[in-house]
């Protein structure tokens, strides 16, 4: 397992309640491609420890950012509402924090 650089983020709809951040791994394109291929194929296990095979993020972390990718592209996973952009973005509507991927 190798250990890759990370950022911290927070999705200001987790967060309503309380601050919530999590550690998002810098991945490439194509490991971005895989876990995200995994996740909308609703195979939650295997894309949260793929996430932590490659990059070696706590698997609490592995788990939010699977829970963040958009299940369609361009589409938030939480409100369905379009997105303004692809990569890591916020959703205009709801104001999730989106990994379209």
């Given at each position: 397992m190798s250990t890759v650089a990370t950022t911290t983020v927070s999705c200001r709809r987790c967060s309503r309640r309380r601050k919530v951040t999590f550690e998002v791994p810098s991945l490439s394109a194509s490991e971005q491609s895989s876990v995200?291929?995994?996740a909308r194929a609703?195979?939650?296990?295997?894309?949260?420890?793929?996430?932590?095979?490659?990059?070696?993020?706590?698997?609490?972390?592995?788990?939010?950012?699977?829970?963040?990718i958009t299940?369609?592209?361009g589409i938030c996973h939480w409100c369905s509402g379009p997105?303004?952009?692809?990569?890591q973005t916020e959703c205009p509507k709801c104001?999730?924090?989106?990994?379209?991927?």
């Open positions: 995200a291929e995994l609703r195979q939650v296990m295997a894309a949260m420890q793929l996430l932590h095979k490659i990059s070696g993020i706590e698997l609490r972390d592995a788990k939010a950012v699977e829970m963040h299940r369609s592209h997105l303004e952009g692809a990569g104001g999730s924090l989106n990994f379209d991927w």
